[in-house]
């Protein structure tokens, strides 16, 4: 990949959709991760006004240093950035007091972490049609083609996804090249959705550079869509038993959250 180009390429389009939209310039929700913290240097790229957003809630120490670090970082590079932090622990609390809380321990969970990623979409909106920004997004490639991992009408609710075509190793590639703090780069991937330091690969399963594997894998071969002759043309395949469970796991996600992937149906 030629980073430079790709920036420079990302940067240009940004630019190009804000003109013609005739907003402003934009907002990002700053997690402490790379994703956001990448997205947020690009949106800022352009000159336009950027607006970036941290919104804790009940969030691990180690996010809110990072993502501090990173604004500190961005505003020190650009005059044009602003920025606000909306703490959003004491409203969450408030409306899951009010919650039924009757099923498993383990949907409740989930069920939280969806809710802090659409209150904190609700929030971005706020402040993007207060101030005449677009909403940002911060999903890669992966994440929002490969295994629909984030939260439909919260992480996924956006107004433009300039990194969404970039894999994790690419992501990694673009933040080296643009001087992305090294606290953020050698941090591990995490979603930041339940008040713990978990990372990604402890919930999914499997490393980025496993994931990116298994997404090329099934581009290259079709192994149809029914979980039994998945599995019936999978064990004819010369691989190791790490990459076939890689497989099963991309190949469950992506199922499981195809309803995220493509276009809400109609009747």
């Known amino acids: 990949m030629n980073t430079q180009a790709v920036i420079q390429y990302i940067v240009s389009w940004l630019d190009k959709y804000a003109r013609e939209s005739q907003t402003h310039g934009f907002i990002v929700g700053i997690s402490g991760g790379i994703d956001s913290a990448i997205t947020s240097a690009l949106c800022a790229m352009t000159e336009r006004p950027t607006l970036v957003l941290s919104m804790p809630i009940h969030q691990h120490p180690s996010h ?45 969970e989930f069920s939280e972490a969806n809710l802090r ?7 971005l909106y706020y402040y993007a049609t207060l101030h005449g920004l677009l909403v940002a997004g911060t999903g890669n490639k992966v994440e ?50 339940f008040g713990d330091a978990r990372s990604d690969e402890d919930q999914i399963g499997a490393s980025y550079p496993e994931l990116e594997w ?24 010369p691989l190791t038993a790490r990459q076939k469970e890689v497989a099963g796991i991309y190949f469950r996600m992506n199922r499981r959250n195809r309803h995220k992937m493509i276009p809400i149906p109609v009747c």
């Open 64 to 108: 809110l240093s990072r993502a501090n670090e990173h604004i500190q970082w961005l505003r020190r590079k650009y005059a044009h950035v602003t920025e606000e932090t909306v703490d959003l622990t004491l409203p969450f609390d408030t409306w899951t007091s009010v919650l039924s809380k009757k099923p498993t321990i383990n949907t409740v």
């Open 144 to 193: 929002d083609f490969g295994i629909g991992f984030f939260t439909k009408y919260g992480d996924g609710g956006v107004d433009i996804s300039p990194i969404a075509d970039l894999t994790k190793t690419e992501v990694y590639a673009v933040a080296a090249e643009l001087g992305i703090v090294n606290s953020i780069r050698e941090a591990s991937p995490s979603d930041g959705l």
């Open 214 to 237: 298994a997404m090329e894998f099934m581009e290259r071969f079709d192994l149809g869509d029914d979980p039994i002759e998945f599995n019936r043309q999978l064990d004819m395949l």
């Open 117 to 123: 990623a659409r209150m904190r979409m609700a929030t």
